[in-house]
């Protein structure tokens, strides 16, 4: 195997494992919030607050693999 084809092996790799968790991270969050809603459709407003700021750290993960993978694509 050439180092080339290694570090694209490694950038495939790191861009997909990072965007697995943010992408069960996501579904998950979603799942829970839809269902505190139906339990408690009160709580609307302090649900949706918490869901966006998760679903905020979740995509910031999935962001920093990109940027890492375009860090090793490009070096």
Avoid: C, D, W
């Avoid at 269902?35 to 966006?52: D, K, Q, V």
Wanted: no cysteine.
């Amino acid at each position: 195997m050439t180092p080339e084809a290694v570090k694209f092996i490694a950038i495939a790799l790191t861009i997909a494992l990072g965007a697995f968790g943010p992408a069960l991270a996501i579904g998950q969050i979603a799942s829970k919030s839809v269902e505190a809603l139906g339990r408690n459709p009160e709580a609307e407003s302090s649900i949706r607050t918490a869901m966006i700021l998760g679903l905020a750290f979740a995509e910031a993960v999935a962001i920093y693999a990109l940027v890492v993978a375009l860090i090793l694509k490009f070096t």
